[in-house]
């Protein structure tokens, strides 16, 4: 069973604090990661993906992958009240017998309180 | 370049009714997805087309819904018989088959059944 799990929330962080959205996922062979945002009434926005272990920087926002523990993480440094949004984390499962398929977690929201 | 695009954005149609809606993916991406999302839940996955390979129908609700996606680009997903319960938002994506296969979204179809 190709599972990708997230803490639903609502995670509350502080304006101006690090918030930090953390994903497991099922298959060890899966090799591609991404984050996407989702404000309410739109459509997810892809804001990071990731391949290889270690750390990803880009702005504000920095996507962690830990392929041994099958972990992946977003932490979003400087808080803004714009970043309040449902945060969703995606996984490129392989196939084998099948093509490839990307499955999402459920979201975790997060609410940045000024 | 162009991104993903659905139509119409808003259907309203009475109980038993069919629809039809249409998505057209990033030229070029050869992988296209269908997903629902009710109002504050998560993404359900409904069927993905890969290239020349036989769509994975497995999300697929029950036999009132249908999806065909004619000459590898444009797909249209079928509701047959709606009920109140298909109200929701249908939300296309499609990906590329290079290695990162990052998904983009089209901004989706609010289907509301009367």
């Known amino acids: 069973q190709k599972e990708v799990e997230q803490n639903s929330g609502p995670l509350s962080v502080p304006e101006g604090a690090i918030a930090s959205l953390n994903c497991t996922y099922s298959d060890r062979g899966s090799q591609s990661f991404f984050w996407y945002r989702q404000y309410s009434g739109k459509s997810p926005e892809l804001i990071m993906s990731?391949?290889?272990?270690g750390d990803k920087e880009d702005g504000r926002f920095t996507a962690q992958l830990n392929k041994a523990s099958q972990y992946v993480s977003l932490l979003i440094r400087d808080s803004q009240p714009s970043d309040s949004a449902t945060y969703l984390c995606a996984v490129n499962f392989p196939g084998y017998s099948s093509a490839s398929k990307i499955i999402f977690g459920s979201g975790t929201r997060l609410s940045i309180r000024p | 370049g162009a991104g993903v695009s659905q139509s119409p954005s808003n259907k309203v149609t009475e109980k038993g009714k069919d629809v039809e809606l249409r998505c057209d993916p990033i030229s070029g991406h050869t992988a296209l997805y269908w997903y629902r999302q009710s109002l504050g839940q998560g993404l359900e996955f409904l069927i993905y087309?890969?290239?020349?390979?036989?769509?994975?129908k497995s999300g697929l609700p029950s036999d009132r819904f249908s999806a065909e996606r004619t000459g590898g680009s444009v797909s249209t997903l079928t509701i047959q018989r709606t009920q109140q319960e298909d109200s929701a938002v249908y939300l296309c994506?499609?990906?590329?088959?290079?290695?990162?296969?990052?998904?983009?979204f089209g901004p989706g179809t609010r289907l509301t059944v009367t």
């Open positions: 990731i391949y290889s272990n």
């Open positions: 087309f890969q290239g020349n390979s036989a769509p994975d």
């Open positions: 994506a499609s990906t590329s088959l290079g290695w990162g296969r990052e998904q983009y």
